[in-house]
């Protein structure tokens, strides 16, 4: 059975830091991109960053360019979000995806139907 397991979430003040985390198993890792988005009540999926786990590269969309960072363990079958300079506008339930079809990381998909794997979320709330 393939799991995706989000972590890391929770309250923090603006200008703070969290990092997420998105534990794979039961998927040969390396064979997916893994995507990070977010969703915040009454509002549209937004597609955030993705890292093709083969080659390392990682694709932000504008908000959050500068302010997040993708990175994957691959050893650990772990992608990890680190996301800094919190604003109250980042505050949403977080979650990851793995596409297997890597070559559409660099488009940042947000509809759900283009992955194989979802995680089931976790909170991220700024205060301000």
């Known amino acids: 059975e393939v799991q995706l397991v989000e972590s890391g979430g929770g309250l923090v003040q603006a200008g703070g830091s969290l990092r997420l985390s998105c534990a794979a198993s039961g998927l040969t890792f390396d064979d997916y991109a893994i995507g990070w988005f977010r969703q915040a009540p009454g509002k549209e999926r937004e597609a955030l960053s993705c890292i093709n786990t083969t080659n390392g590269n990682t694709y932000y969309t504008e908000s959050v360019k500068g302010r997040f960072t993708v990175s994957s363990d691959n050893a650990k079958n772990t992608v990890y979000l680190q996301m800094n300079k919190l604003k109250p506008e980042d505050t949403a339930v977080y979650y990851c995806?793995?596409?297997?079809?890597?070559?559409?990381?660099?488009?940042?998909?947000?509809?759900?139907?283009?992955?194989?794997?979802w995680g089931q979320g976790t909170q991220v709330t700024v205060s301000s």
């Open positions: 995806a793995a596409d297997s079809d890597r070559f559409y990381c660099a488009a940042l998909r947000s509809y759900r139907g283009f992955y194989d794997y």
